[in-house]
């Protein structure tokens, strides 16, 4: 019986020695099954922003912001502990002064010696501070998620912009192509004109020259057609000189031509591709919208859980 006694007596002891410990280290109320405050620690008076001695026979309502008081979740709230079922939630509470507050918090029924609810005891943790810095954390997420969104949308706006202005660049330099294309079959036609314009020179100078001849037979009745062939002959020769002339003309702009061709052909490509470059950033953009918009729904997920 001596070993019975004393076997109790330590486990009391011992209990007695854990609920103190919890005591000093967490906020604790009790209340009766209608909301009243039966007793208070000095933990939880003074989280609260209470003296100890005040806090007996005030109700819970005055610690709960108003929409949840005037709530059905409020009334469900108190109807499930006063059927026994305990509730374990983060929740936010209103101090003596006003101050919304947050807390982590366990309401436990307590029941008497015929199974009954005889009151509730809430333990419970100050995570004010917790909750405010994971909102503003939160807050500075959804910030940056918001900015990233609007530059991503500004950024393929102007990628557009860009891509429009390539493809008229492209459509100009191909244009541009074509009227060189164009001018390079002109100046082939007119070297073509030149070489047969210089093939009737050259057998008009060989008319004069056997004209000449003949003339020189007929002695003093050929004298006249002498100075027609020598006329025709004088001709002939400007026409060979022009010809050289417009000939070397004709090869210059041939060469500036087909330098402009090469010159042109190499910007086309430039753009060409810059026009496929703007056409990834675009998607770039496009992807750093799409997980700007996944980052904002996390965010939002986020503030919800905090």
Same mark, same amino acid.
């Given at each position: 019986?001596?070993?019975?006694?004393?076997?109790?007596?330590?486990?009391?002891?011992?209990?007695?020695?854990?609920?103190?410990?919890?005591?000093?280290?967490?906020?604790?109320?009790?209340?009766?099954?209608?909301?009243?405050?039966?007793?208070?620690?000095?933990?939880?008076?003074?989280?609260?922003?209470?003296?100890?001695?005040?806090? $007996?026979?005030?109700?819970?309502?005055?610690?709960?912001?108003?929409?949840?008081?005037?709530?059905?979740?409020?009334?469900?709230?108190?109807?499930?502990?006063?059927?026994?079922?305990?509730?374990?939630?983060?929740?936010?509470?209103?101090?003596?002064?006003?101050?919304?507050?947050?807390?982590?918090?366990?309401?436990? $029924?307590?029941?008497?010696?015929?199974?009954?609810?005889?009151?509730?005891?809430?333990?419970?943790?100050?995570?004010?501070?917790?909750?405010?810095?994971?909102?503003?954390?939160?807050?500075?997420?959804?910030?940056?998620?918001?900015?990233?969104?609007?530059?991503?949308?500004?950024?393929?706006?102007?990628?557009?912009?860009?891509?429009?202005?390539?493809?008229?660049?492209?459509?100009?330099?191909?244009?541009?192509?074509?009227?060189?294309?164009?001018?390079?079959?002109?100046?082939?036609?007119?070297?073509?004109?030149?070489?047969?314009?210089?093939?009737?020179?050259?057998?008009?100078?060989?008319?004069?020259?056997?004209?000449?001849?003949?003339?020189?037979?007929?002695?003093?009745?050929?004298?006249?057609?002498?100075?027609?062939?020598?006329?025709?002959?004088?001709?002939?020769?400007?026409?060979?000189?022009?010809?050289?002339?417009?000939?070397?003309?004709?090869?210059?702009?041939?060469?500036?031509?087909?330098?402009?061709?090469?010159?042109?052909?190499?910007?086309?490509?430039?753009?060409?591709?810059?026009?496929?470059?703007?056409?990834?950033?675009?998607?770039?953009?496009?992807?750093?919208?799409?997980?700007?918009?996944?980052?904002?729904?996390?965010?939002?997920?986020?503030?919800?859980?905090?």
């Amino acid at each position: 019986m001596l070993k019975m006694k004393n076997l109790k007596s330590t486990q009391l002891l011992e209990e007695n020695a854990v609920l103190a410990a919890i005591e000093r280290s967490l906020s604790m109320i009790e209340f009766d099954k209608h909301g009243q405050v039966i007793w208070a620690n000095e933990n939880f008076a003074e989280t609260m922003g209470y003296r100890v001695d005040e806090m $007996p026979g005030l109700h819970h309502k005055i610690f709960c912001t108003e929409d949840f008081v005037t709530s059905i979740a409020y009334e469900q709230f108190w109807r499930n502990l006063r059927n026994g079922k305990s509730f374990q939630e983060k929740i936010k509470r209103i101090t003596k002064s006003g101050k919304e507050i947050w807390l982590e918090a366990t309401y436990t $029924p307590v029941l008497d010696h015929n199974g009954k609810v005889s009151a509730v005891v809430k333990i419970a943790t100050d995570i004010t501070e917790r909750e405010t810095n994971a909102r503003d954390v939160a807050l500075r997420l959804q910030g940056m998620s918001e900015e990233l969104h609007e530059k991503a949308e500004l950024g393929i706006i102007r990628s557009r912009d860009a891509s429009i202005a390539t493809s008229k660049l492209v459509a100009g330099s191909k244009e541009n192509m074509e009227i060189l294309e164009s001018l390079k079959t002109q100046a082939q036609s007119i070297r073509s004109i030149v070489k047969t314009v210089r093939e009737i020179a050259n057998q008009t100078n060989l008319l004069a020259l056997n004209a000449a001849i003949e003339a020189a037979r007929a002695g003093e009745h050929g004298r006249g057609f002498n100075v027609v062939a020598g006329e025709v002959r004088k001709l002939s020769n400007r026409v060979q000189d022009s010809i050289q002339e417009v000939n070397a003309h004709v090869e210059g702009i041939t060469a500036e031509i087909a330098k402009i061709s090469k010159v042109t052909a190499q910007s086309v490509e430039g753009i060409t591709n810059n026009q496929t470059y703007n056409e990834q950033v675009v998607m770039a953009f496009k992807e750093v919208e799409n997980a700007s918009t996944q980052l904002d729904m996390e965010v939002k997920s986020f503030k919800e859980i905090f």
